[in-house]
């Protein structure tokens, strides 16, 4: 019989690839969707009519049990979270309920309804802020520097803490940042590419941007929802880092991506101390041998390219609305 999974996130970047990578595997795809006011299924349009969706809420635990209940998933990957690092100083409650409780409300869900469901928690690299070793691996100490980070400290250790509990498969994957063209577009990443498409196409002027010294570990989504999976399919629970092991800074990325479109980002790119930060990590680098040994995970896209298939799926996007204005 196929193999069911469950996955909260489901709209986003992450639950989208995996999603996709799930029915290429011939599961049964359930979806935790949110109540809307406007329903925004970008990332899934192309797969909506595959996946079973059930409203639901990681703040309310009778809408999980529900959720679990009906869809009775060999698998749980929960990806649902406020994940954007900026706003979590701006709104800290919500990213500790959402980012943190969540986690153990759809913990509880599992444990109540389907116990021996295995339980894949999206852990952060953020948890390592303020570096105590470089590069960082599973048992790196964590020292979170956004209410973000410690929103998912929390997660981690609840993950960790039900396993111990209850003897559950549950698993915490640490990812590294990765991107893709389905990327949010007040991500770094994304918010760059999506500007040197814009302003290549005539629609936009310049590019304001915070730290471009910054730098981050950054892989390709695509890649890192393999991770997620595989760590699912292992004898014994677990948890991974997950990363390319390269750092790359902002100024790195700007270059790259206006480079593609023929344009030199220093005639565009004005720092505005609006996207600077209150606190930053020091340098997040991964080291995934553990990942890499056990699960025989690897990486298939390089940064370069990366930016570059972001920069023409912007180029893509943006024309549909040059040809209107036009
Ligand atoms: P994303 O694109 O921001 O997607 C977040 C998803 O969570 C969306 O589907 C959103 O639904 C849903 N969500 C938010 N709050 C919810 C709630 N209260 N109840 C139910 N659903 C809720 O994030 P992503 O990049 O795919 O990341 C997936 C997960 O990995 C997140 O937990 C993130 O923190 C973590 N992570 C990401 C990275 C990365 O570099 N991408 C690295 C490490 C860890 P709506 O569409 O309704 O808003
Ligand atoms: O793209 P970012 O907003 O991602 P950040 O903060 O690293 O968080 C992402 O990765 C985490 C994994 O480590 C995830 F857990 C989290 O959910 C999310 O997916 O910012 C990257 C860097 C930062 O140092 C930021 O200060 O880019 C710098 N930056 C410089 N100018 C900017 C900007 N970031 C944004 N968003 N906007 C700017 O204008």
């Given at each position: 019989?196929?193999?069911?999974?469950?996955?909260?996130?489901?709209?986003?970047?992450?639950?989208?690839?995996?999603?996709?990578?799930?029915?290429?595997?011939?599961?049964?795809?359930?979806?935790?969707?949110?109540?809307?006011?406007?329903?925004?299924?970008?990332?899934?349009?192309?797969?909506?009519?595959?996946?079973?969706?059930?409203?639901?809420?990681?703040?309310?635990?009778?809408?999980l049990?529900?959720?679990?209940?009906?869809?009775?998933?060999?698998?749980v990957?929960n990806?649902?979270?406020?994940?954007?690092?900026?706003?979590?100083?701006?709104?800290?409650?919500?990213?500790?309920?959402?980012?943190?409780?969540g986690v153990t409300n759809i913990l509880e869900a599992v444990r109540m309804?389907?116990?021996?469901?295995?339980f894949?928690q999206?852990?952060?690299?953020?948890?390592?802020?303020?570096?105590?070793?470089?590069?960082?691996?599973?048992?790196?100490?964590?020292?979170?520097?956004?209410?973000?980070?410690?929103?998912?400290?929390?997660g981690?250790?609840i993950t960790?803490n039900y396993r111990?509990s209850y003897?559950m498969?549950a698993?915490?994957?640490?990812?590294?940042?990765?991107?893709?063209?389905?990327?949010?577009?007040?991500?770094?990443?994304?918010?760059?590419?999506?500007?040197?498409?814009?302003?290549?196409?005539?629609?936009?002027?310049?590019?304001?941007?915070?730290?471009?010294?910054?730098?981050?570990?950054?892989?390709?989504?695509?890649?890192?929802?393999?991770?997620?999976?595989?760590?699912?399919?292992?004898?014994?629970?677990?948890?991974?880092?997950?990363?390319?092991?390269?750092?790359?800074?902002?100024?790195?990325?700007?270059?790259?991506?206006?480079?593609?479109?023929?344009?030199?980002?220093?005639?565009?790119?004005?720092?505005?101390?609006?996207?600077?930060?209150?606190?930053?990590?020091?340098?997040?680098?991964?080291?995934?041998?553990?990942?890499?040994?056990?699960?025989?995970?690897?990486?298939?896209?390089?940064?370069?390219?990366?930016?570059?298939?972001?920069?023409?799926?912007?180029?893509?996007?943006?024309?549909?609305?040059?040809?209107?204005?036009?």
């Amino acid at each position: 019989m196929n193999k069911k999974a469950l996955i909260t996130g489901i709209t986003g970047q992450d639950g989208s690839y995996l999603a996709e990578l799930l029915l290429e595997k011939g599961y049964k795809v359930y979806g935790l969707r949110r109540r809307t006011s406007i329903p925004i299924l970008e990332n899934i349009e192309h797969i909506q009519d595959e996946i079973e969706f059930v409203e639901g809420d990681l703040l309310d635990l009778g809408s999980l049990i529900n959720a679990v209940n009906i869809s009775q998933p060999d698998e749980v990957y929960n990806l649902a979270a406020q994940s954007f690092v900026g706003t979590s100083w701006d709104q800290p409650v919500l990213t500790g309920l959402q980012t943190g409780i969540g986690v153990t409300n759809i913990l509880e869900a599992v444990r109540m309804v389907k116990p021996d469901a295995r339980f894949y928690q999206a852990s952060s690299s953020e948890m390592f802020g303020k570096v105590v070793e470089t590069p960082q691996r599973e048992t790196t100490p964590f020292y979170p520097r956004s209410p973000y980070g410690v929103a998912k400290v929390y997660g981690h250790w609840i993950t960790v803490n039900y396993r111990e509990s209850y003897n559950m498969y549950a698993c915490s994957g640490i990812l590294f940042n990765h991107e893709s063209p389905r990327r949010g577009v007040e991500f770094v990443t994304r918010k760059v590419t999506n500007a040197a498409a814009r302003i290549k196409l005539g629609l936009q002027k310049e590019l304001r941007m915070g730290n471009l010294d910054a730098q981050r570990d950054w892989g390709f989504a695509g890649d890192y929802v393999k991770a997620m999976w595989l760590m699912l399919q292992q004898d014994k629970a677990d948890d991974y880092v997950i990363s390319t092991g390269e750092l790359h800074s902002v100024q790195e990325l700007v270059e790259i991506a206006f480079g593609h479109v023929g344009l030199n980002w220093r005639d565009y790119v004005v720092v505005d101390p609006k996207f600077v930060r209150p606190a930053e990590v020091d340098l997040l680098l991964g080291n995934c041998s553990k990942a890499k040994m056990r699960l025989g995970w690897q990486l298939e896209v390089g940064f370069s390219e990366l930016v570059e298939m972001m920069v023409e799926s912007d180029l893509q996007r943006n024309s549909r609305f040059s040809k209107v204005l036009i």
